[in-house]
Structures are given as structure tokens and as C-alpha cells.
């Protein structure tokens, strides 16, 4: 049998396969000054990015099933979405105030950030990265309903679409329409039909399978 010998003393290490861009040589740096500066410690930034990607639309989804299931919840929410998050468990991560919109059967709302990317992490975790994209932030403004269309969603003519726009300082959840045939689901149930693209309001949730009888 070979034998291999290992000498730490002449490893490099591991190599990147390419350079850091320049937004990501800029971040570190700025990241490597406050840390520099006692400005905020060196694991603050990770720990803050491991809070961030633990978030999930799994999150937002119980929400919208409590709406559902909650007449008095719902009316909350709509009224002071904040307020009625905190009610289950849920803070936001961010000092932009939170609306959330519903979807009826007159009106239609899609969600898009015009600027940027602004979005509520907090029930939704990372954005997508088509909702980040120039061409779905431009296209959702001129032809929303050929965007949806694309999702799959094909709306009817007499439905109102709204465009709302979410900022710095304002933040939009789509509270969906409940999928027909979910009565009696409980809220655990609703909640699996709820998608991310719904309450962004690009599709509508999902239909619940109905067992055939024997």
C-alpha cells in the first residue's frame, strides 16, 4: 500500500477560483473597518446573515392561514399588519413598516419593488432573484398581467389589477385569496397551500388535492 505524507508547513491553503468582484472586495473592506473601528464585532455580520437566510415564506404562509381561519385576526392585520405579526411570534428586522393587501375577487394586487429590492424578509425570507431583476421590475410596471401570465396565473378581464410598490420605508404582503375547497382544512393544512410567489401576488395559492372516492 502507498503511503502518503502530509506536510501542513507546504499546504497553500484553499485558493478561490476566481477574484472577489468589486462590490464584494467592497463590502469586505467596509466590513473589515468597522470591525477595525469597534463599530460592531467581527461574528455580528454572520450572525445577522444567519437570522436573515433562517427566515421563510413558511413564516408568511401561517399568517395568511390565520386570516383565513380568523375573521377578527384578519381585520388586524390588515389594520396594523406590525401589530398583528407580533401577535404570532413574528418581529420584523427592519424599521420599514409593514402593509398587507388583499386579493379578492374585483381586485388583484402584485407586489414589486421599483427601485431596488425592497421586500419583507422578515415573512419571506431572501428575495428571489427574479424579483431582484430589472426586467421583472420594469415589465411588472408596464404589463403586469403578461408577467403574471408567464407564472401561470391568467386573470380575468373584469378583475382590477394594483401595482404597489414596496420602498424603504414601506414594505407589501398579498394576503391571497383562500383556494376553493378548503373548508374545514385546518390551519396547519392552509398554510402548505400558500406560496411565496402568492403573497407576492405573481400566482394564486395552491389548490388543495382532492381524494377521489373508492
Same mark, same amino acid.
Given at each position: +500500500?502507498?503511503?502518503?505524507?502530509?506536510?501542513?508547513?507546504?499546504?497553500?491553503?484553499?485558493?478561490?477560483?476566481?477574484?472577489?468582484?468589486?462590490?464584494?472586495?467592497?463590502?469586505?473592506?467596509?466590513?473589515?473597518?468597522?470591525? &477595525?473601528?469597534?463599530?460592531?464585532?467581527?461574528?455580528?455580520?454572520?450572525?445577522? !446573515?444567519?437570522?436573515?437566510?433562517?427566515?421563510?415564506?413558511?413564516?408568511?404562509? =401561517?399568517?395568511?392561514? =390565520?386570516?383565513?381561519?380568523?375573521?377578527?385576526?384578519? =381585520?388586524?392585520?390588515?389594520?396594523?399588519?406590525?401589530?398583528?405579526?407580533?401577535?404570532?411570534?413574528?418581529?420584523?428586522?427592519?424599521?420599514?413598516?409593514?402593509?398587507?393587501?388583499?386579493?379578492?375577487?374585483?381586485?388583484?394586487?402584485?407586489?414589486?419593488?421599483?427601485?431596488?429590492?425592497?421586500?419583507?424578509?422578515?415573512?419571506?425570507?431572501? %428575495?428571489?432573484?427574479?424579483? =431582484?431583476?430589472?426586467?421583472?421590475?420594469?415589465?411588472?410596471?408596464?404589463?403586469?398581467?403578461?408577467? +403574471?401570465?408567464?407564472?401561470?396565473?391568467?386573470?380575468?378581464?373584469?378583475?382590477?389589477?394594483?401595482?404597489?410598490?414596496? !420602498?424603504?420605508?414601506l414594505r407589501y404582503l398579498v394576503l391571497p385569496r383562500r383556494p376553493a375547497? !378548503? &373548508?374545514? +382544512?385546518?390551519?396547519?393544512?392552509?398554510?402548505?397551500?400558500? !406560496?411565496?410567489?402568492? +403573497?407576492?401576488?405573481?400566482?394564486?395559492?395552491?389548490? %388543495?388535492?382532492?381524494?377521489?372516492?373508492?
Amino acid at each position: +500500500m502507498r503511503e502518503y505524507h502530509h506536510d501542513e508547513s507546504e499546504h497553500e491553503g484553499i485558493q478561490p477560483d476566481s477574484e472577489l468582484s468589486l462590490p464584494a472586495r467592497r463590502a469586505l473592506a467596509i466590513h473589515e473597518l468597522l470591525v &477595525e473601528k469597534g463599530i460592531i464585532a467581527a461574528d455580528e455580520v454572520r450572525e445577522r !446573515t444567519d437570522a436573515y437566510r433562517s427566515r421563510s415564506p413558511s413564516d408568511g404562509a =401561517k399568517v395568511v392561514a =390565520k386570516a383565513w381561519t380568523d375573521p377578527a385576526f384578519r =381585520k388586524r392585520l390588515l389594520d396594523d399588519a406590525r401589530a398583528a405579526v407580533y401577535e404570532l411570534g413574528y418581529t420584523l428586522t427592519h424599521d420599514a413598516e409593514l402593509a398587507v393587501v388583499e386579493n379578492t375577487s374585483e381586485v388583484h394586487h402584485l407586489v414589486v419593488c421599483t427601485l431596488c429590492s425592497c421586500y419583507p424578509t422578515s415573512l419571506l425570507g431572501p %428575495p428571489p432573484d427574479w424579483y =431582484k431583476s430589472f426586467a421583472y421590475r420594469q415589465r411588472a410596471v408596464i404589463g403586469p398581467r403578461s408577467v +403574471m401570465r408567464e407564472f401561470g396565473l391568467e386573470l380575468d378581464d373584469q378583475v382590477q389589477v394594483r401595482l404597489v410598490d414596496s !420602498t424603504a420605508d414601506l414594505r407589501y404582503l398579498v394576503l391571497p385569496r383562500r383556494p376553493a375547497g !378548503t &373548508e374545514g +382544512m385546518a390551519e396547519e393544512e392552509l398554510a402548505a397551500l400558500v !406560496t411565496r410567489d402568492s +403573497m407576492i401576488g405573481v400566482t394564486e395559492p395552491l389548490s %388543495p388535492k382532492i381524494e377521489s372516492p373508492a
